[in-house]
């Protein structure tokens, strides 16, 4: 079954409900910080590159949000279902659905993208990650 919404990736196990794990959380946190603190420059070569770090870190930090909140989320969809539909964020959502296909994109069937469309999906996980970090 693919999941459409938080209660079908609870139906599937594809989120279950866990002890909230603060030290876990930190440890993803802080490995977060440290992925976006090497990166030093962004140019045509490297943006897809970049893009995929940041994208990285942005799951990072939404798995150590969910694990604090008591849930061990086993894939992207869910994230994102859990940004719609449990915190009632369709705007997060939205965005995090955005970069997620284009990560998808990218890693799964090769599809690079131009300097412009990286440069937009890694300010795109730059304002995602500022708006995860305020809540």
């Known amino acids: 079954m693919k999941e459409a919404s938080w209660s079908d990736c609870l139906a599937t196990n594809s989120?279950?409900?866990?002890?909230p794990n603060k030290q876990r959380a930190k440890a993803l946190l802080e490995t977060a910080?440290?992925?976006?603190?090497v990166?030093?420059?962004?140019n045509e070569k490297n943006c897809n590159v970049v893009f995929e770090d940041y994208y990285t870190s942005l799951i990072e930090i939404l798995q150590a949000m969910v694990i604090q909140r008591g849930?061990?989320?086993g894939n992207h969809v869910c994230l994102g279902f859990y940004?719609?539909?449990?915190?009632?964020r369709e705007d997060i959502f939205a965005l995090f659905d955005d970069v997620r296909q284009?990560?998808?994109s990218l890693t799964y069937y090769g599809n690079r993208m131009d300097a412009k469309t990286a440069n937009?999906?890694?300010e795109?996980?730059?304002k995602l990650i500022s708006i995860l970090k305020n809540l």
């Open 15 to 19: 989120a279950r409900t866990v002890t």
């Open 33 to 37: 910080q440290e992925r976006i603190a």
């Open 39 to 42: 990166i030093k420059e962004i």
């Open 71 to 73: 849930y061990n989320i």
């Open 83 to 88: 940004l719609r539909d449990v915190l009632r």
């Open 102 to 104: 284009k990560r998808n």
């Open 120 to 122: 937009q999906a890694i």
């Open 124 to 126: 795109r996980c730059k």
